[in-house]
């Protein structure tokens, strides 16, 4: 009997492989792309990888501790960690708090939690979860574009000189070397 469950799981696991390569370009959406643009294959996809090494670009964004507004340059201590989160994003709290248990005893380590102005509530939620001790910044959604976040959770390594060292949706990566483009 596990033989035939071993086997039948392999075959539909080997058929939803098949149907994703056939059906990817159909499957992939990104929000804000128009249907016409994705089947005419005019989406351009810039690869997060490519930001790596460069200067980072700068926002605008609100504490959620002390509501105050501040810009990168305000934000960034030595090398800072920004973390772009979705609050609803079950791997994003899951790989939010890995990373948070790996740098617990490192106060060495800055970082950053970015989260869209519209889940305040759920930011909110959060920071009491943590007993305030969290860094949440809310920021528009123009600021994941801004870095080129195609998925979630996105740990982003920024020097003291607001260079780009490292972007990975793994938080046990964020501080080695990144992957060359």
């Known amino acids: 009997m596990m033989i035939l469950f071993e086997s039948s799981t392999l075959f539909l696991l080997t058929i939803s492989i098949i149907y994703l390569f056939a059906n990817y370009k159909t499957l992939v959406k990104l929000p804000n792309q128009s249907d016409d643009k994705i089947h005419n294959n005019e989406l351009d996809i810039v690869n997060p990888i490519n930001i790596i090494e460069k200067k980072a670009p700068n926002f605008f964004a609100t504490s959620l501790k002390t509501g105050e507004k501040k810009s990168l ?37 800055n970082y950053v939690i970015l989260i869209e102005n519209s889940q305040i509530n759920s930011a909110k939620k959060m920071l009491d979860l943590y007993d305030g001790n969290l860094n949440i910044y809310l920021t528009e959604y123009s600021t994941f574009d801004k870095y080129k976040i195609m998925f ?20 046990i990566l964020i501080f080695q070397n990144p992957i060359s483009a």
């Open 152 to 171: 979630l959770p996105a740990f982003v390594l920024i020097d003291s000189k607001f260079t780009i060292k490292n972007i990975t949706p793994i938080p």
């Open 73 to 109: 340059e305000q934000i960034v201590e030595d090398d800072t960690v920004l973390i772009f989160v979705d609050t609803g994003c079950i791997h994003c709290n899951n790989n939010l708090e890995i990373f948070l248990n790996k740098v617990h005893n490192h106060s060495k380590i």
